[in-house]
T-cell receptor
Framework: TQLLEQSPQFLSIQEGENLTVYCNSSSVFSSLQWYRQEPGEGPVLLVTVVTGGEVKKLKRLTFQFGDARKDSSLHITAAQPGDTGLYLCAGALKAGNNRKLIWGLGTSLAVNP | DAGITQSPRHKVTETGTPVTLRCHQTENHRYMYWYRQDPGHGLRLIHYSYGVKDTDKGEVSDGYSVSRSKTEDFLLTLESATSSQTSVYFC?????????????FGPGTRLLVL
């Protein structure tokens, strides 16, 4: 069974705090994606990382892909209430001509004003 | 926003009845997917399509069938709905298989099977 474990599962913090969310697996991924999902809506892609060690920044969000391409982290600096939502990671596995996404269960983040 | 609409957005049905969910996209994306999202299980792939009339099973395909007769439409049918199929169903599309290509999700359909 291919698993992608996210931690923590729930996080409630005050506005202005920093946080890090982790996504770990024993599988090697060809790429890894991070999504944010708000209640009643579908997930929205935030970033895709492809190269081992790759770091991408999206305003106050920093994404890193592990050197071995088995894990990733999302760091949010000075969190704001608008960052509230469910953060999902998804790792891509290639099998021949097919590409399969393995999804984590998500981290539910609440940023309180 | 890839112009993905799902219909209906909400549905209540009874066990044993057939149900069809529709996904419509306006971006001419080649790949289309049906997922279900459940607490404790996350997003699970039901079926996907890699072109008109080309479909394949995902990890939880039992009890579901799909059809894609046009690029823009991907239908998911629950042949005989069961309570275990109560879920939120998401359609997604993707232009191609490149690693950096974005997968876009629709707004979801909430299905309750009584």
């Amino acid at each position: 069974t291919q698993l992608l474990e996210q931690s923590p599962q729930f996080l409630s913090i005050q506005e202005g705090e920093n946080l890090t969310v982790y996504c770990n697996s024993s599988s090697v991924f060809s790429s890894l994606q991070w999504y944010r999902q708000e209640p009643g809506e579908g997930p929205v892609l935030l970033v895709t990382v492809v190269t081992g060690g790759e770091v991408k920044k999206l305003k106050r969000l920093t994404f890193q892909f592990g050197d071995a391409r088995k894990d990733s982290s999302l760091h949010i600096t000075a969190a704001q209430p608008g960052d509230t939502g469910l953060y999902l990671c998804a790792g891509a596995l290639k099998a021949g001509n097919n590409r399969k996404l393995i999804w984590g269960l998500g981290t539910s983040l609440a940023v309180n004003p | 926003d890839a112009g993905i609409t799902q219909s209906p957005r909400h549905k209540v049905t009874e066990t044993g009845t057939p149900v069809t969910l529709r996904c419509h996209q306006t971006e001419n994306h080649r790949y289309m997917y049906w997922y279900r999202q459940d607490p404790g299980h996350g997003l699970r792939l039901i079926h996907y399509s890699y072109g008109v009339k080309d479909t394949d099973k995902g990890e939880v395909s039992d009890g579901y069938s799909v059809s894609r007769s046009k690029t823009e439409d991907f239908l998911l049918t629950l042949e005989s709905a069961t309570s275990s199929q109560t879920s939120v169903y998401f359609c997604a599309t993707r232009p191609g298989q490149g690693e950096r290509e974005t997968q876009y999700f629709g707004p979801g359909t909430r299905l309750l099977v009584l």
